[in-house]
């Protein structure tokens, strides 16, 4: 079964997009622009998974679309919208929570982390945040989704659901005409020298928008001086840097700054070490600083410039939607029928 090629992925509009959001994921997603279709979404309904303040979450949902459009997301050729304002996510999320299994989800890696020694008092959408996801994917019937490694769990939950999905219903599907499956095995993109950005303090924690210290992270609004010192700060080892590879092995903050320049400049950690080999940080650092504020100074600029026109980006929000709804409703009017619901 071939289904069109079509990438979606999702950014939590829950404050403070960092650098890995845009390595592992919105500069990867401007990338694939050129060569599919694509459905970038702003996932409101999955941010208030946990508590939002509700005057907080209209400003985080035009930032991160402020993000895609700064980034160079052609809002016109692709889609930008809100989760939210395209109710099938919700409606496909609903058929997906009793096609996914409790056994499933209780393995979801990070439920456990975000709900912590607390997991009476976790929401229960925070439980099922993965078939909502799931959903959001499959109700595009998308075939590609880049994200950072941390979704790659979620992703497979996905498949599994689309997986299942189809074998349960194989005789309606068949009997209304959908072919073989109806969903696609939506494939990870997970890849490039970016894909798990970690903490500038601690090499051994991924770069989050939830760690206390900011000097953790790079938000993409900070200004050139704030870049500059936070990487000056960033944790090192006191080694010069190696001229392979394999020598950043234990060395996870090395590994973490040279995996960011190469991914800013867009050549291999390898072709990085053959400049930088033999270093020292403070020579490597220099250069980390003036490559990052050259590469996130414009586009921190021009997201703060974006966000003073919430009519513009709500209106791109808007269209959006409208265009998502489209394709999401005839996915949803079909999983009506293979379910057997009776429908107008
Ligand atoms: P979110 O909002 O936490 O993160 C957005 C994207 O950024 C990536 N990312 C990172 N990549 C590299 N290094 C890091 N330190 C780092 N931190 C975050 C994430 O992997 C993600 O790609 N559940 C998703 C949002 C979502 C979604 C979807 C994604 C909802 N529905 C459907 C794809 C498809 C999330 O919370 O991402």
Not at 266 to 285: E, I, N, R
Request: charged share 25%.
């Amino acid at each position: 079964m071939t289904f069109k090629e079509r990438v979606f992925s999702g950014v939590q509009p829950t404050g403070n997009l960092h650098l890995g959001n845009y390595l592992g994921a919105i500069a990867r997603f401007v990338a694939l622009q050129d060569k599919f279709d694509c459905i970038y979404c702003v996932v409101d309904m999955h941010a208030i998974t946990v508590w939002q303040d509700p005057t907080e979450l209209p400003p985080a949902t035009r930032e991160v679309t402020a993000a895609f459009l700064a980034s160079g997301i052609d809002p016109k050729k692709h889609i930008v919208f809100n989760q939210s304002q395209v109710a099938e996510h919700a409606e496909l999320a609903w058929v997906f929570n009793c096609v996914a299994r409790m056994g499933w989800l209780n393995r979801m890696t990070q439920f456990k982390e975000k709900a912590g020694k607390d997991k009476e008092n976790a929401s229960v959408g925070l439980f099922a945040y993965p078939t909502l996801m799931a959903a959001d994917i499959l109700v595009y019937r998308a075939t590609h989704v880049p994200v950072g490694e941390d979704q790659k769990q979620h992703l497979e939950l996905a498949r599994d659901i689309a997986q299942k999905f189809n074998n349960d219903f194989d005789a309606s599907i068949k009997a209304h005409g959908f072919g073989e499956a109806f969903f696609p095995q939506p494939e990870p993109l997970i890849t490039g020298p970016a894909t798990r950005i970690m903490s500038l303090r601690d090499g051994s924690k991924k770069m989050s928008k939830s760690e206390p210290s900011d000097y953790s992270r790079i938000n993409l609004t900070d200004d050139a001086d704030t870049i500059a010192q936070k990487i000056r700060k960033a944790k090192t080892d006191p080694e010069p840097l190696p001229s392979e590879e394999k020598g950043l092995d234990p060395r996870p903050e090395a590994d973490n700054l040279v995996g960011i320049y190469a991914a800013l400049s867009g050549v291999p950690k390898a072709q990085v070490l053959t400049q930088f080999g033999g270093a020292q940080f403070s020579v490597f650092k220099s250069a980390l600083v003036d490559l990052a504020v050259e590469k996130l100074g414009p586009l921190g600029g021009e997201m703060k410039r974006m966000v003073q026109d919430p009519v513009y980006i709500d209106s791109v929000l808007a269209d959006g939607a409208a265009r998502a709804g489209a394709i999401a409703a005839e996915t949803m009017k079909a999983v009506k029928d293979i379910v057997g619901f009776v429908r107008r």
